[in-house]
């Protein structure tokens, strides 16, 4: 037998469809799936695992009651929240079948799990669903506060955008380069058929060439971003100034593309640290310690936010893990650096208060809220220890305030009439401005764009260093193959009736032809020049109704109406965008990410096939209405 040799056009167009595969962060909580909850005290893992035990349909009560109990424990170490709890949940309701029916199980998982954000926007879809709009109200408000006090899921939200935009630019290079290559098709063949003119049927032989060229790039295996910006530059000069700025969008946005290609690259060790039990993790995840000069000296990770942040985390670490001395000492440093911070003050005192200092406690956390007057929980801490302490004149003082205090913190639906124990609030790591800081442009950026998987599945055989200067040459060869195209003279096809002339100078004005301008339909003449200017308008309808059901919105350009098509083609990109990163992200992520991701490429799905719908009924009737208007529609042959 022969050996069968691979087909490299199916390899590449095969590691396009998984791009996004590779590169969607896990969820943190899959990490170690072995081991339920592992970092956390003994305590508290034990109980975390009697939560998940107990969550099922109509097991509100028990639930309730091991809920509460969690919540003593995490109070007890300083947790504020354990992520990985409703994670755990959904993934035993998924094996068990009950996933459907896990909502009120999930609700009452909030109070354990306040910054878990894929658990808040898993209930406000299915507040939604259920058309609850009181407990809609409350989870939007606990996503809000989830989004904005946790620092890994910015950091994820801002991966997930940035792909999200990654794969809508490079759907609409797709569309745009196709649609502009059809729409110069017909005036492109007949300027090569002109090179044939000394054979039988120039005509054939011309389409053969332009077909070959155009298909070259796809069979070679050349990466789509490259191939497009080679489509939009064979075009221009067949292009009105409408579909120019669609070409030129087109490569500014695969400019963009590489850009985000860089940011990946470079953001891709702060995710891995923030899934690995990193500083990052520290709120939310149990945070596992190691260096903070070796997880914030590089990348991403600089500046004085970051370092600031991780000193912060690794405090919350020692606080977590009862190592308290050490954590003193770590929030004395702090607060000598950084001065008024009134969070460290407050965890501070925590942490002297359970080495009894009292005293000192108290001073800390009169501190914290002279610095904080609204955050709440240092007034809270400070009332719980004058009760302790007997101080009862001191407790009611301050009791109004520290009541109204901790019920204004969301996402954590703390209840003062619950709490009863001596409950001490810690402070969590504030995320400061992240994402001003992720988005600042990086020398990083420009340097691992060209190491980023973005180079060689889209832009591929240019060398890495090549990349910025093809994409300028494209722009730049698109403006000056137009401003040629003025001064010699170039082929136009009428967009009415499809009639080849030669022009020069503005092809906007020359792009309907004199006959079609005087509406005289097949013309004045009968006979053979009747029939084949009758013949030249049917195969140019049917050309352009393909090209509308083929390529949505190829119909709109063809009646003039290029903004109107670049916004059609920016919503369907978009769509498909959506459809590209939530696909990849349902298969990969399970559990919360994974059901939502799922529901949401169905619905992207959905949009992008009735989009798709749209734009070829829309560009089917948009270029009737053009030969409407130039009598030369409504004749069969």
Not at 89 to 102: H, K, L, P, Y
Not at 262 to 272: K, N, Y
Not at 453 to 482: D, E, I, Y
Not at 565 to 575: E, I
Request: net charge positive; glycine share 10%.
């Amino acid at each position: 037998m022969t050996r069968r040799v691979p087909n490299p056009s199916r390899r590449s167009w095969a590691r396009f469809a998984l791009f996004l595969l590779i590169l969607v962060p896990p969820d943190p909580s899959r990490v170690a799936a072995a081991e339920p909850f592992p970092g956390y005290p003994e305590s508290v893992r034990r109980q975390a695992i009697r939560v998940v035990e107990a969550a099922g349909p109509g097991s509100g009560e028990a639930l309730e009651l091991e809920v509460r109990a969690l919540r003593r424990a995490m109070f007890a170490n300083a947790i504020l929240s354990m992520n990985a709890v409703p994670d755990r949940v959904f993934d035993r309701a998924a094996r068990e079948g009950w996933n459907r029916g896990s909502y009120e199980s999930m609700r009452a998982i909030t109070r354990v799990a306040p910054l878990s954000l894929p658990l808040w926007t898993w209930l406000v879809r299915e507040d939604v669903a259920r058309f609850r709009l009181e407990e809609f109200l409350f989870d939007v408000k606990g996503l809000l506060g989830a989004f904005r006090q946790y620092a890994p899921g910015l950091v994820g939200h801002a991966v997930w955008l940035v792909l999200f935009a990654s794969a809508s630019a490079c759907w609409f290079a797709i569309w745009a380069s196709l649609n502009l290559l059809m729409r110069a098709l017909p005036a492109l063949t007949l300027d090569v058929a002109r090179l044939f003119k000394g054979l039988p049927r120039p005509e054939i032989f011309a389409s053969g060439v332009v077909l070959a060229v155009f298909a070259a790039p796809v069979a070679c295996g050349v990466g789509i971003a490259a191939t497009a910006v080679f489509w939009v530059a064979l075009s221009a000069a067949y292009l009105r100034r409408g579909e120019l700025v669609i070409g030129g969008t087109a490569i500014l946005l695969l400019a963009c593309l590489f850009l985000c290609g860089g940011f990946l690259q470079a953001i891709h060790p702060v995710a891995g640290m923030a899934r690995q039990g990193g500083w990052l993790g520290g709120e939310g995840y149990s945070y596992r310690g190691g260096s903070i000069s070796g997880e914030g000296g590089t990348g991403l990770l600089t500046g004085e936010e970051w370092e600031r942040m991780a000193r912060f985390a690794r405090a919350r670490s020692e606080m977590e893990g009862e190592n308290l001395r050490s954590a003193e000492s770590l929030w004395t440093e702090f607060i000598s650096e950084e001065g008024d911070s009134g969070e460290a003050y407050n965890n501070r005192g925590i942490v002297r208060v359970r080495l009894g200092k009292t005293e000192e406690g108290l001073a800390d956390f009169e501190a914290a809220a002279e610095r904080s007057p609204a955050g709440g929980r240092a007034q809270w801490n400070a009332y719980q220890v004058y009760l302790q302490e007997f101080r009862l004149a001191q407790a009611s003082r301050i009791q109004p305030v520290a009541w109204a205090g901790i019920r204004a913190l969301v996402p954590f639906d703390y209840r003062a009439e619950e709490m009863t124990h001596g409950e001490l609030l810690a402070a969590p790591l504030r995320v400061g401005d992240v994402w001003r800081s992720l988005f600042t442009a990086r020398e990083e950026w420009f340097r691992e764009a060209r190491r980023s998987p973005f180079h060689a599945r889209f832009f591929r055989p240019l060398p890495r260093g090549w990349v910025p200067s093809f994409l300028a040459a494209g722009l730049a060869w698109t403006v000056l193959w137009k401003l040629l195209s003025r001064k010699i003279w170039v082929s136009s096809v009428c967009r009415s009736c499809g009639a080849g002339t030669l022009v020069v100078r503005s092809r906007v004005a020359a792009d309907i032809c004199n006959a079609c301008r005087a509406q005289v339909g097949k013309g004045f003449r009968v006979g053979e020049e009747r029939e084949l200017r009758g013949l030249s308008i049917s195969l140019h309808r049917r050309y352009v109704r393909a090209c509308s059901v083929l390529f949505p919105g190829a119909g709109a350009l063809w009646a003039g109406k290029e903004f109107r098509a670049m916004l059609y083609g920016l919503l369907l990109s978009l769509s498909a965008g959506l459809f590209s990163v939530s696909w990849s992200a349902g298969r990969q992520a399970g559990g919360l990410i994974g059901d939502m991701a799922t529901d949401l490429w169905r619905a992207a799905l959905g949009t992008v096939a009735v989009l798709w719908l749209f734009g070829a009924a829309w560009g089917w009737r948009s270029f009737g209405n053009l030969q409407l208007r130039h009598n030369v529609s409504g004749e069969r042959l």
